[in-house]
């Protein structure tokens, strides 16, 4: 075998082996994680966002040599784990005593997890709400690879145990077919004080999980030695209650930490109130300043409706072809005059149309940023 071909066959491995839980897999984790959301956050509207982008940080991988390490952790190729089942938790700490490429090789999935949600606090307190989401994405990405048990392990395909190709049957295969089974049970979003110490804790409990993982693998393949459907689903009743438990601990934890960056924030509001009396109708005011570079704020009106206590209002930033590139508002909101800041730093120059629609009124206004 050439030097080309193995290459092409380690590419071809990690693409197929270390994506954790597959998209749908994904999908169903960031999804879910908003319904733990605090009502006064008002990003419930996150939800379909945080969906859309929850493999993102998967196909980065493509062009970005430096993100597969983001997506694992060997834990188990540490000798202090072995010895006492936690490693130093610092990357410092780790890396003095094992030398960096050893901690790259054996991935950084507990750092980037932590840096992941000081990014989102950051955006959060420039109240770039868009890039806070596509931050809390990835972040949401990170933490369900931390519930995969084999994303946390040396055996992570089964290689060690005779066992190959598991990583793929147990989060892509599995899911995809009994992903109905898996509801989530409501828990409200907890606030964290101690982020290393969360992160490291949840790793350390799902690691349990490896040998169920493997151990069940191996049952349902004697039970159906060519992977065929009745393999599935005996590797389903046997694994399914802790799958389900794993990724409805992830979902909750994706939502404390999303819910912790905020607050650590400051708690900014992508809209707030701008005023005490109400107003007699809907209106959109011209945001201010225009031109501008890069923030802008926009004022709108909800007046008193009697056929419903609050108005689903949308407010969006379209381009000149009428894209829709960004989403200021999308909850129900109560009567009264509101505030919305966009930050348009990662926008380039131009012209911009927002729009502002709610149950009974919709009107676009023109905007131009100037860098």
Known sequence: MNHKHKIFLLLLFSLIFIYGWGASGHKIINRRSTISFPPLMGFLNWSDSLAAHSSDADYRRNTDTSEAKRHYIDIDDYPEFIA?????????????????????????????IMATTDSVKKYFQLHNFQKAML???????????????????????????????????????LINRDSAYITYTFENAI???????????????NYRYVDSVLKYDSIAHAFAPSYNTSY???????????????????????????????????????????????PEKHYLEQNYPNPFNPITKIKFGIPRDARRETQDVKLVILD???????????????????????NAADYPSGTYFYKLSSDYFSDTKRMFLIK
Request: hydrophobic residues 35%.
């Open 84 to 112: 006492n089942g936690r490693i130093p938790q610092s990357l410092d700490s780790l890396i003095a005593l094992h030398g960096s490429s050893f901690v790259n090789a054996k991935g950084i999935l507990p750092f980037s």
């Open 191 to 205: 606030y964290v004080s101690d982020l290393n110490q969360f992160v490291f804790n949840f790793l350390y409990d």
């Open 320 to 342: 000149v072809l009428g894209k829709e590139v960004a989403t200021l508002v999308n909850e129900q909101l109560q009567p009264g005059s509101y505030e919305v800041e966009w």
């Open 232 to 278: 599935y689903q005996k590797y389903w009743e046997l694994a399914g209650n802790f799958t389900k438990m794993l990724f409805n601990n992830a979902s909750h934890f994706i939502a404390s930490l999303i819910y912790t960056s905020w607050v650590n924030s400051g708690s900014p509001l992508a809209v707030t109130l701008s005023g005490t009396s109400l």
């Open 135 to 173: 931050h809390a994405a990835d972040l949401g990405h990170y933490v369900a690879d931390g519930h995969n048990p084999l994303h946390i392990t040396r055996n992570y395909d089964g290689q060690y145990t005779n066992q190959t190709g598991v990583h793929s049957r147990y989060e892509t295969q």
